[in-house]
């Protein structure tokens, strides 16, 4: 499929590309350069369940380790 791009870069997705890509408007998608090539792909969050008491806990720990590198700037 060949694609035309238009005024300040844009590109129009088809129907039938976005349809493959799974992806609407408002969507995202990641776009890389690789060689010579342009590689586009869905970005789509993985949604993962985490124990919020495990989150609380990893997330305390970062913080106390910040706050100490900070106490000894001062």
Same mark, same amino acid.
């Given at each position: 499929?060949?694609?035309?791009? +238009?005024?300040?870069?844009?590109?129009?997705?088809?129907?039938?590309?976005? *349809?493959?890509?799974?992806? $609407?408007?408002?969507?995202?998608?990641?776009? *890389? %350069? %690789?060689?010579?090539?342009? %590689?586009? +792909?869905?970005?789509?969050?993985?949604?993962? $369940?985490? $124990?919020?008491?495990?989150?609380? +806990?990893?997330?305390? *720990? *970062?913080? $106390?380790?910040?706050?100490?590198?900070?106490? +000894?700037?001062?």
């Amino acid at each position: 499929m060949i694609l035309k791009v +238009r005024k300040k870069g844009i590109i129009i997705l088809p129907k039938k590309l976005r *349809e493959a890509l799974g992806v $609407d408007e408002g969507d995202e998608v990641i776009v *890389e %350069v %690789v060689g010579e090539e342009l %590689v586009m +792909r869905a970005l789509k969050p993985r949604i993962v $369940d985490v $124990d919020p008491e495990i989150a609380e +806990r990893l997330l305390r *720990e *970062e913080y $106390d380790l910040e706050r100490g590198r900070y106490a +000894r700037m001062i």
